[in-house]
């Protein structure tokens, strides 16, 4: 059996890192907030689907991808706006999240591609400017990592940091969830 190259073992960790920290962040806040909790949940799921040979197809692991994106980002915003008190924010996030999974098979690949990267700086942005007002650093942090996954997903090179880009994009994105997570949690306890 010959040895994998770097590339491959980029790829694997990088879904490896997102897979588990989305699965903790979905166990350990599965009590308090179950938004949250789904939304990491789908991150984790897609993570495994595209990880595990043979338990999909590639269009079986896009398809995950499509739904972690366009419901389980908008599911972790919610929360996070919901438990600010911005209760049309939180609505109107997941609301849109909702139309564009139902639309998802009407767009092609370059649409469902601008919405995606669309979903993930709108819930960044928004993320980032309720962590703003509330003083809540791992929430920006969250925002920043999530905004970073998005914008280098638009970038034209094939490597970032001698890694595929697409590894990179993962690595911010499990970054992002973890602080996320983090800020959800300093979030409750401001509330108790």
């Not at 939304?39 to 590639?58: E, I, K, M, R």
């Not at 499509?66 to 996070?80: H, M, S, Y």
């Not at 009407?106 to 919405?115: D, F, I, T």
């Not at 690595?171 to 997570?181: I, K």
């Amino acid at each position: 059996m010959a040895p994998k190259p770097w590339s491959e073992w980029s790829t694997t960790l990088s879904h490896l890192a997102l897979g588990v920290v989305s699965l903790h962040a979905a166990v350990s806040t599965a009590q308090a907030s179950r938004g949250a909790a789904a939304g990491f949940l789908l991150q984790a799921l897609a993570s495994a689907t595209l990880l595990a040979p043979g338990l999909g197809t590639d269009e079986d692991g896009l398809a995950a991808a499509w739904v972690a994106t366009v419901i389980g980002l908008p599911l972790l915003a919610f929360d996070f706006h919901w438990v600010n008190g911005d209760r049309s924010s939180a609505n109107l996030l997941l609301g849109g999240g909702m139309v564009l999974a139902v639309a998802g098979d009407h767009l092609g690949a370059e649409g469902r591609s601008v919405a995606g990267q669309a979903v993930v700086l709108v819930v960044a942005v928004t993320i980032l400017i309720v962590a703003v007002f509330t003083t809540n650093t791992y929430g920006m942090w969250g925002g920043a990592m999530l905004g970073a996954a998005g914008l280098l997903s638009r970038l034209e090179e094939d490597k970032v940091l001698l890694l595929p880009k697409e590894d990179v994009c993962r690595c911010a994105l499990a970054a992002g969830s973890w602080a996320y997570h983090r800020a959800l949690h300093t979030q409750r306890l401001q509330w108790e």
